[in-house]
């Protein structure tokens, strides 16, 4: 017994495509970019009753939070869109089934920003999140944009110091 989520990904496929959503700012949008398998469990029988499974993320999660800076309000960044750019969306997945889930790989170069939401410093303090292809995204690229509702927009680029690595079952802030 295994699990694999979401239903869209065909189990005992040899190799299939998955795209995680452009505007993860909609929970359906956002779950349904969640990647997730379950390894299989050979020693449960049919009569056994419930089967516990234990579901592992194939892919990254970042989550972005914003601060107020200098000569900003807090409530000058309420309503700001966030999206992550320079990260493509589209991977293969080598194989689903019994005997496990095969490596997730990026499937181009086209990059396309995802949306990642909007934020309220009163419902959203904890940061928001958005599911990523696990990739490398390479030094002096632009990582995100943020458009404040006075249409002013802030870039946030990778130092030439090194480049960034989304792995799988990882967690990034920032």
Not at 99 to 104: A, L, P, Q, R, Y
Request: hydrophobic share 35%; charged share 20%; with cysteine.
């Amino acid at each position: 017994m295994y699990g694999v989520y979401p239903n869209t990904v065909t189990a005992n496929a040899s190799s299939q495509n998955f795209e995680v959503k452009n505007d993860q700012s909609l929970d359906d949008d956002y779950m349904a970019s969640d990647l997730m398998f379950a390894d299989p469990e050979s020693d449960h029988k049919k009569t056994a009753g419930d089967v516990s499974l234990v579901f592992k993320h194939k892919l990254s999660k970042v989550i972005v939070k914003l601060k107020k800076g200098s000569g900003l309000n807090a409530s000058d960044i309420d309503g700001a869109t966030v999206k992550i750019t320079n990260t493509i969306r589209q991977c293969t997945i080598a194989s689903v089934g019994k005997s496990g889930m095969g490596s997730v790989d990026v499937t181009s170069d086209a990059a396309s920003p995802i949306t990642v939401g909007t934020w309220n410093s009163s419902t959203t303090p904890n940061g928001i999140a958005a599911i990523v292809v696990p990739q490398v995204v390479t030094a002096n690229s632009q990582l995100f944009e943020v458009e404040l509702t006075n249409n002013a927009v802030y870039r946030y680029y990778i130092p030439s110091t090194g480049n960034v690595t989304f792995s799988p079952e990882k967690v990034y802030t920032y």
